[in-house]
């Protein structure tokens, strides 16, 4: 099966800029997750969708930061305007949506830049 | 209550050597539990779970051990390889509501040398 798909993989923008990134999850995937991943970290969930519901953005700073799942499938995250701790690699998951738990599958992410 | 609390940072390992990771977690409403691993300019890959009905989980080379009494969780990678050379994620999971959020630890970065 084909994986989680990202774009773009790397983004430098300056601060105050505004920037997006999109994700294609694998077919049939219900659940998709937005992550930001600050160098030398672990990965920090920011948003999860439940089809094209939002079921978590408690940690998405929603002054600048935004995501919508259009028709359940695709997802684009958008950053308005960037500050420079935004630099990050933003990460897409998906997951089957049953009753237990299957794991993720992530994306290779998109490494932003922010100067 | 909802970290994950892994360690150490990093960690260097002569080929053939055991690699060890350590994770520690507070929150008993977890209930799965993870292994992630991570190559440069790649997203986290599943390498192994577990779930706390059982102590020990076994696949190929890579052996999660589990203490639900202690509330900690470990990687054992068995005859380290430099191919294993890569950022070792632990992350745990409340399947309770439904919604499955992995929480992660900070990672461990492996290097085997050969």
């Known amino acids: 099966e084909a994986g989680v798909a990202q774009s773009p993989r790397y983004k430098i923008i300056e601060k105050r800029q505004s920037v997006a990134f999109w994700c294609n999850p694998i077919?049939?995937?219900?659940?998709l997750y937005w992550y930001q991943q600050i160098l030398g970290q672990g990965p920090k969930l920011l948003i999860q969708?439940?089809?094209?519901?939002?079921?978590?953005d408690s940690q998405l700073p929603k002054d600048r930061f935004s995501a919508e799942r259009l028709k359940g499938v695709d997802s684009t995250l958008k950053i308005q305007p960037a500050k420079l701790e935004d630099s990050a690699v933003y990460l897409c998951?998906?997951?089957?949506?049953?009753?237990?738990?299957?794991?993720?599958?992530f994306g290779s992410g998109t490494r932003l830049t922010v100067v | 209550q909802q970290q994950v609390k892994q360690s150490p940072q990093s960690l260097i390992v002569q080929k053939g050597g055991i690699s060890i990771i350590n994770c520690a977690y507070e929150n008993t409403a977890f209930d799965y539990f993870p292994w992630y691993q991570q190559f440069p300019g790649k997203g986290p890959a599943l390498l192994i779970a577990?779930?706390?009905?059982?102590s020990e989980k076994k696949e190929g080379r890579f052996t999660i051990s589990f203490n639900k009494s202690a509330k900690q969780f470990s990687l054992h990678i068995m005859d380290s390889q430099p191919g294993d050379s890569a950022t070792y994620f632990c992350a745990a999971s409340a399947s309770s509501g439904g919604y499955n959020k992995l929480i992660f630890g900070a990672g461990t970065r492996l290097a085997v040398h050969p």
């Open positions: 969708f439940q089809n094209n519901g939002v079921v978590d």
């Open positions: 077919s049939g995937h219900a659940t």
């Open positions: 577990i779930r706390p009905d059982v």
């Open positions: 998951a998906s997951s089957l949506d049953m009753p237990g738990f299957y794991g993720y599958t």
